[in-house]
């Protein structure tokens, strides 16, 4: 039977053996090289529970006391909602996406991983 496959392909078992690991390993060198391509999340309904307050989600911050803006990330954001535990769960079940405290508006923008 080995014979037979031999004369057929033109090369060994061995060979076609050695030539198929060869191949999977270049690929397996090619898939490593690869950067992960990340997923953006705009909506928070979307976004794994595990996830709103992580250090990937952007948060918009307005001031209202100097009126400046910025961004702030999930971490962040979570502090700022301190004690106010129905605020985290609405946010945790996609029901709010955005809330106020005494000095500012913080709204969801979006989350990248």
């Known amino acids: 039977m080995k014979d037979k496959e031999e004369l057929l392909l033109g090369k060994s ?12 390993f270049t690929d397996d060198i090619k898939k490593s090289k690869e950067k992960p391509k990340k997923k953006v999340y705009t909506n928070i309904k979307d976004l794994p529970k595990e ?38 769960s609405k946010m ?6 955005a809330f106020t405290t005494e000095n500012a508006y913080i709204k969801f923008e979006k989350a990248e991983f």
Not at 13 to 24: A, P, S, T
């Open 51 to 88: 996830k709103i307050f992580s250090k990937e989600t952007v948060y918009k911050f307005f001031n209202r006391n100097t009126k400046c803006e910025s961004y702030i990330n999930g971490l962040q954001a979570e502090a700022l909602i301190g004690t106010q535990n129905h605020i985290r």
């Open 92 to 97: 945790l079940n996609g029901e709010l996406n």
């Open 13 to 24: 078992l061995d060979d076609l053996i050695k030539m198929k690991i060869e191949q999977e």
